[in-house]
């Protein structure tokens, strides 16, 4: 789904024209600041950072890409004598995967069959994904001292975000606001409509284990739970290419959003007494490019949809100030934010940590500056698969996956639907089959927890295949299931060959 026509602002044009070549901006700090100041860039912006994130997603990405050419290539030659080994030859070469001689077989008996071929290529590529993202730490998400300091320092021990599952937000942690992927817990719903009572219970068990272990801190210290809820819209087709759950009614999708926060805030306090509140903040984001509009709570911690700052604004405000000069003006905007509407200003430690959250949107929106014009050409749907389940924190990239986190059959399968729905366009409709990626957690401590696991992912499966017959029955839509030990830095694993051969 390709925008024809795109509303790309002559300023962002201008930016990417000129862009100087990473080697003269990282030369040394001084070199690369005076660069930035003449050439007009951010001073807060992380460009090294943004040479790394983009190699990632390149990389990654074109590794789904290339499957489509490499089944096409493999088709054109399946009656030709020694198949298999011409298979195990190309999907090594060009999708650097090697698959088993079972599988192998498998293929040149059923006389090559192409979507089973395709999603086993997918699955293949997100395993290898997995391996690498939790053994290796491509994205440094497991160095999570920075970042843990700056929310305790703004009196925050824990970290849940609800984004939408589109895939246009799976990046938003590692890439929109730079976070550790490691210390935030991210539950995607359809439209962020997260289930409160799964949060209520998740926050139970964080507080648990403080008052038990002391861990992640001590209940003795006064700090809350931060819960973020993270609607989107799109500036430049505002009502096509918002939020499906909501019709691409961007004031929807926001109310939505802060009546599921103001309703998790109540099931604490109602629950556990007012001692106990929690913090709620509201982002909104712009899938064109990846801009926030930040909510600034106030004093009492309320969320108001009137009282918000849109980061690209502050972005070009900031362009030509030093770095200490444009730090200052981000955090009189947010204590200002509030002042003109006549609310009471947010908690002191609050206003930093929004402002230290603005500050690390400036590198994405620079980001989408350099390498997609200032906008995406993607603006739409092109996820490569479907995610269900829980978990998925290898998937950090920009419509990779569109993700629906799912706890039981019988509740979650409207994001499932959307989810279909969305693959019937990008795939179906283009002859390709829906690969669905089934994830299950565990806990590796616990006795039994992994085969619970296991039967629960299987579950999905089959449940997953009877809701959908149609497709499952022509082979469209095919299946992996995967756990995890989440105690760890472990990759996914593999329990079964889904594909139905
Ligand atoms: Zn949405």
Not at 404 to 413: K, M, P, Q, R
Request: hydrophobic fraction near 35%; charge should be neutral; include cysteine.
């Amino acid at each position: 789904m390709k925008a024809k026509s795109r509303k790309v602002p002559m300023f962002r044009r201008k930016i990417c024209v000129r862009w100087p070549s990473y080697d003269v901006l990282s030369q040394d700090v001084n070199s690369a600041s005076l660069v930035q100041n003449e050439l007009g860039f951010n001073p807060l912006v992380q460009f090294k950072q943004n040479e790394m994130l983009r190699a990632y997603e390149v990389r990654i990405k074109s590794a789904f890409d290339e499957v489509k050419s490499v089944v096409q290539e493999l088709f054109v030659q399946r009656t030709r004598s020694g198949f298999a080994c011409k298979i195990q030859d190309v999907v090594r070469t060009r999708l650097g995967i090697t698959f088993s001689q079972e599988v192998l077989n498998k293929f040149e008996q059923n006389n090559f069959d192409s979507d089973s071929f395709y999603c086993e290529c997918i699955f293949a590529q997100f395993m290898a994904m997995s391996k690498e993202f939790f053994e290796q730490d491509p994205l440094k998400g497991q160095n999570r001292a920075k970042a843990e300091n700056m929310f305790r320092k703004a009196g925050f021990h824990a970290v849940g975000i609800a984004p939408c599952a589109d895939g246009r937000l799976a990046h938003l942690i590692s890439y929109v606001l730079r976070l550790p992927y490691s210390l935030v817990r991210r539950k995607a719903h359809a439209g962020a409509l997260f289930d409160v009572s799964e949060s209520v219970r998740n926050w139970v068990f964080i507080e648990h284990s403080r008052f038990r272990e002391s861990v992640p801190n001590s209940i003795d210290e006064p700090t809350r739970y931060l819960k973020i809820a993270v609607y989107h819209y799109s500036k430049s087709d505002p009502s096509h290419q918002g939020c499906a759950a909501h019709g691409s009614d961007d004031t929807k999708a926001a109310e939505a959003a802060l009546s599921k926060l103001n309703d998790f805030r109540q099931a604490i306090e109602n629950r556990f007494g007012c001692g106990s509140t929690v913090q709620t903040l509201l982002i909104g984001m712009n899938t064109d490019d990846d801009s926030l509009k930040m909510y600034i709570p106030d004093k009492e911690g309320k969320v108001c949809l009137d009282r918000f700052i849109e980061t690209n604004a502050l972005f070009h405000q900031t362009t030509k100030m030093t770095a200490e000069q444009a730090k200052v003006q981000i955090q009189q905007a947010v204590m200002q934010c509030n002042a003109r509407s006549g609310s009471s200003p947010a908690l002191e430690s609050m206003n930093e940590l929004i402002a230290w959250f603005i500050e690390n949107n400036f590198s994405q929106i620079e980001y989408v500056n350099q390498y997609e014009k200032g906008c995406y050409s993607d603006i739409g749907h092109a996820e490569r698969f479907i995610g269900i389940g829980s978990g998925f924190e290898e998937v950090q990239l920009r419509n990779l996956t569109y993700y629906s986190y799912l706890d039981t059959v019988e509740e979650g399968f409207n994001d499932v639907d959307v989810g279909i729905k969305i693959f019937t366009g990008l795939n179906i409709n283009k002859g390709l089959p829906i690969p669905i990626i089934i994830r299950c957690d565990y806990d590796g401590r616990v006795p039994g927890s992994k085969e619970r696991a296991e039967s629960k992912a299987k579950r999905i499966e089959g449940a997953v295949h009877s809701r959908y017959t149609d497709l499952s029955e022509a082979g469209k839509l095919q299946t992996l299931c995967t756990l995890r030990d989440n105690t760890g830095h472990q990759p996914a694993e593999r329990i079964s060959l889904a594909c139905q051969l």
